[in-house]
């Protein structure tokens, strides 16, 4: 959740950052209302319980022939101090029910507006030309026998596919391309749960405006993740910390097949396999101490920005505006490929700082100086994913429908440099 001492002391940026969102100002007005009611509450259950021991020093006290007097003034407190207790919990649900609807606090300087209001901060490389008319990356697909959709959709329905052959093997060289970079840099792999707990999904932020996209196993009340950022982050949940004493962040890199229901989209890249319900995917997670947070962010984007250079992809990263951001997100870049057959950048990768939002959920916290323990920092950046291999086929492809694979993939292809039709 957002930080309580900071809704206390400057509501105002709060809200500025809820307007820089498109969301609702008056929450926060909600919420420190809801903060003093529900210490009011304690308080005055506090003076009771202080009251009620008192009185019982008096009872125990008191003469034989008052004593049943006074434990009828006793009882009566007692029925104060429980009714009491019950403002307390009513008031801490509430406080709890309208804090949590508040979204993580953007940066200062994140643009303000919605999914259109971007600011591009660089474009990379040059746009693929062909000399004869490309083909989209589901018709390659189906030439060189690498993805198959009809049967996808045969088996599991519409967004499913199945990858042969070498699409396979070329999902499966771009991830340990991404993990054997993540272990060069220093985060530990992990293979992750994608089945996880209500309270770590909540903890995340992924219960909140995009619920829709989750599956979940009612049953037992268990939902599947839709990037392994979602176990990570429960990882070192309701832990301290201790940071390595050169000041480096933990890092890990969680490889994990995903789910998303991809609720509300229909219609919407409806054809091949750049917006599907099931896919892998690497994914960099990082805690670090808060006043790291932004170095680190530069850090993951670095990273991924050298995987799209080293596969040979037009690319550019945006800053995305605060309308746009999840609910953990107070910043997040957008690294977007050129996709040939449409014409446009599409999305391939993001990476985004959460600040201590994440944290105060999962209460995963460091040791201060002063020996108290304060939430860290946790960022999230994909590194690898099964999307990617649209952009490859797409970019990369010859006259004759065969594709060039990018020279970095080879070794984990067997050395292959060009995938044939079948």
Same mark, same amino acid.
């Given at each position: 959740?957002?930080?309580?001492?900071?809704?206390?002391?400057?509501? +105002?940026?709060?809200? &500025?950052?809820?307007?820089?969102?498109? $969301?609702?100002?008056?929450? @926060?007005? =909600? *919420?420190? /209302?809801?903060?003093?009611?529900?210490?009011?509450?304690?308080?005055?259950?506090?003076?009771?319980?202080?009251?009620?021991?008192?009185?019982?020093?008096?009872?125990?006290?008191?003469?034989? +022939?008052?004593?049943? &007097?006074?434990?009828?003034?006793?009882? $009566?407190?007692?029925?104060? @101090?429980? =009714? *009491?207790? /019950?403002?307390?919990?009513?008031?801490?649900?509430?406080?709890?029910?309208?804090?949590?609807?508040?979204?993580?606090?953007?940066?200062?300087?994140?643009?303000?507006?919605?999914?259109?209001?971007?600011?591009?901060?660089?474009?990379?490389?040059?746009?693929?030309?062909?000399?004869?008319?490309?083909? =989209?990356?589901?018709?390659?697909?189906?030439?060189?026998?690498?993805?198959?959709?009809?049967?996808?959709?045969?088996?599991?329905?519409?967004?499913?596919?199945?990858?042969?052959?070498?699409?396979?093997?070329?999902?499966?060289?771009?991830?340990?391309?991404?993990?054997?970079?993540?272990?060069?840099?220093?985060?530990?792999?992990?293979?992750?749960?994608?089945?996880?707990?209500?309270?770590?999904?909540?903890?995340?932020?992924?219960?909140?405006?995009?619920?829709?996209?989750?599956?979940?196993?009612?049953?037992?009340?268990?939902?599947?993740?839709?990037?392994?950022?979602?176990?990570?982050?429960?990882?070192?949940?309701?832990?301290?910390?201790?940071?390595?004493?050169?000041?480096?962040?933990?890092?890990?890199?969680?490889?994990?097949?995903?789910?998303?229901?991809?609720?509300?989209?229909?219609?919407?890249?409806?054809?091949?396999?750049?917006?599907?319900?099931?896919?892998?995917?690497?994914?960099?997670?990082?805690?670090?101490?808060?006043?790291?947070?932004?170095?680190?962010?530069?850090?993951?984007?670095?990273?991924?920005?050298?995987?799209?250079?080293?596969?040979?992809?037009?690319?550019?990263?945006?800053?995305?505006?605060?309308?746009?951001?999840?609910?953990?997100?107070?910043?997040?870049?957008?690294?977007?490929?050129?996709?040939?057959?449409?014409?446009?950048?599409?999305?391939?990768?993001?990476?985004?700082?959460?600040?201590?939002?994440?944290?105060?959920?999962?209460?995963?916290?460091?040791?201060?100086?002063?020996?108290?323990?304060?939430?860290?920092?946790?960022?999230?950046?994909?590194?690898?994913?099964?999307?990617?291999?649209?952009?490859?086929?797409?970019?990369?492809?010859?006259?004759?429908?065969?594709?060039?694979?990018?020279?970095?993939?080879?070794?984990?292809?067997?050395?292959?440099?060009?995938?044939?039709?079948?």
């Amino acid at each position: 959740m957002i930080d309580l001492q900071l809704l206390r002391d400057h509501p +105002d940026v709060i809200k &500025a950052s809820q307007e820089a969102r498109g $969301a609702s100002v008056s929450v @926060v007005d =909600d *919420a420190v /209302a809801a903060d003093t009611a529900r210490r009011g509450a304690i308080t005055a259950f506090e003076a009771l319980r202080a009251e009620q021991n008192a009185f019982g020093k008096t009872v125990a006290k008191a003469p034989k +022939d008052e004593k049943a &007097a006074l434990v009828q003034q006793a009882q $009566a407190l007692a029925a104060k @101090v429980k =009714d *009491a207790q /019950a403002e307390v919990t009513s008031a801490e649900e509430a406080f709890d029910r309208v804090v949590r609807s508040i979204p993580n606090v953007v940066l200062p300087d994140v643009p303000k507006g919605g999914e259109d209001d971007f600011v591009t901060l660089r474009t990379v490389g040059s746009k693929p030309e062909f000399d004869f008319e490309p083909k =989209d990356h589901a018709d390659l697909g189906e030439h060189l026998g690498i993805i198959d959709i009809p049967r996808g959709v045969k088996v599991s329905g519409s967004r499913f596919y199945f990858l042969r052959g070498l699409g396979a093997r070329l999902e499966i060289a771009l991830m340990n391309l991404g993990l054997d970079r993540a272990i060069e840099h220093g985060f530990e792999p992990l293979i992750t749960p994608t089945l996880v707990r209500p309270e770590t999904m909540a903890g995340t932020g992924f219960l909140g405006e995009h619920a829709a996209e989750v599956y979940r196993l009612e049953a037992d009340d268990l939902y599947l993740t839709g990037t392994s950022e979602v176990a990570l982050a429960g990882f070192h949940a309701d832990e301290i910390l201790s940071f390595p004493e050169s000041g480096e962040g933990i890092r890990y890199a969680g490889w994990s097949t995903c789910y998303r229901r991809e609720a509300g989209s229909a219609g919407k890249d409806n054809r091949g396999i750049l917006r599907v319900h099931q896919f892998n995917k690497l994914e960099m997670f990082a805690y670090v101490l808060p006043e790291q947070a932004e170095a680190e962010h530069q850090r993951l984007v670095a990273m991924q920005e050298s995987m799209m250079q080293d596969l040979g992809l037009h690319y550019r990263v945006i800053d995305v505006a605060g309308g746009d951001l999840g609910t953990s997100a107070a910043r997040k870049y957008d690294i977007e490929a050129w996709v040939p057959t449409q014409g446009t950048f599409r999305e391939l990768t993001s990476t985004s700082n959460c600040t201590t939002f994440q944290a105060r959920r999962l209460d995963t916290r460091y040791r201060t100086e002063t020996g108290k323990t304060a939430p860290v920092a946790t960022l999230n950046g994909t590194l690898a994913t099964t999307r990617w291999i649209v952009a490859i086929l797409e970019t990369h492809q010859q006259a004759d429908g065969s594709v060039v694979v990018p020279e970095v993939l080879r070794p984990y292809l067997g050395g292959v440099e060009v995938i044939e039709p079948r």
